[in-house]
T-cell receptor, first 114, second 109 residues
Framework: DTEVTQTPKHLVMGMTNKKSLKCEQHMGHRAMYWYKQKAKKPPELMFVYSYEKLSINESVPSRFSPECPNSSLLNLHLHALQPEDSALYLC?????????????FGPGTRLTVT | ELKVEQNPLFLSMQEGKNYTIYCNYSTTSDRLYWYRQDPGKSLESLFVLLSNGAVKQEGRLMASLDTKARLSTLHITAAVHDLSATYFCAVGTGNQFYFGTGTSLTVIP
């Protein structure tokens, strides 16, 4: 199984809502990532988890809160977002040994903040 | 910080023609990746290049890596409409993974 799954595919939320994005992989990968991608731009790294521990936080605002409950699952909790947070949110995973390894991307969640 | 530049940013080419996309990066890299992204979709892995002189081909696409020049190329042969997409190179080094700016390719009949 070489698939990374993400739910939901689309999410519309108001600025006062709380919602969560979910990402799952069953490839035995020990590194997982969240990226944010605006239209016609490359993905921007948000968070990296290595062995279920947060190893990189690229100065992301606290209204984004990642969680890695186990080695297969990665969540991104959203609260009090702004319209400029509307974007495609991509989850990826890679093997454990150094994260310059190839990353496998999920289908993404298209988020719209109203 | 490692910088990854692609050119051109936009490419419109006729079906049947050949063209090359360039990916330059600013420091030593362990590995180089090419991804394809269709509008509104996720990134699809095309090639993984692991060493100097590596060349990989899949259908009408061929990727190469020159680590001494810090340059990778993605060559398109006899383009077809289905190749229309955005192509990203990404460079991995140590604990970092950097995406290029992307090349938006449109193949016109």
């Amino acid at each position: 199984d070489t698939e990374v799954t993400q739910t939901p595919k689309h999410l519309v939320m108001g600025m006062t809502n709380k919602k969560s994005l979910k990402c799952e992989q069953h490839m035995g990968h020990r590194a997982m990532y969240w990226y944010k991608q605006k239209a016609k731009k490359p993905p921007e790294l948000m968070f990296v988890y290595s062995y279920e521990k947060l190893s990189i936080n690229e100065s992301v605002p606290s209204r984004f809160s990642p969680e890695c409950p186990n080695s297969s699952l990665l969540n991104l909790h959203l609260h009090a977002l702004q319209p400029e947070d509307s974007a495609l949110y991509l989850c990826a995973s890679s093997q454990e040994t150094g994260w310059a390894r190839e990353q496998y991307f999920g289908p993404g969640t298209r988020l719209t903040v109203t | 910080e490692l910088k990854v530049e692609q050119n051109p940013l936009f490419l419109s080419m006729q079906e049947g023609k050949n063209y090359t996309i360039y990916c330059n990066y600013s420091t030593t890299s362990d590995r180089l990746y090419w991804y394809r992204q269709d509008p509104g979709k996720s990134l699809e892995s095309l090639f993984v290049l692991l060493s100097n002189g590596a060349v990989k081909q899949e259908g009408r696409l061929m990727a190469s890596l020159d680590t001494k020049a810090r340059l990778s190329t993605l060559h398109i042969t006899a383009a077809v409409h289905d190749l229309s997409a955005t192509y990203f190179c990404a460079v991995g080094t140590g604990n970092q993974f950097y995406f290029g700016t992307g090349t938006s390719l449109t193949v016109i009949p």
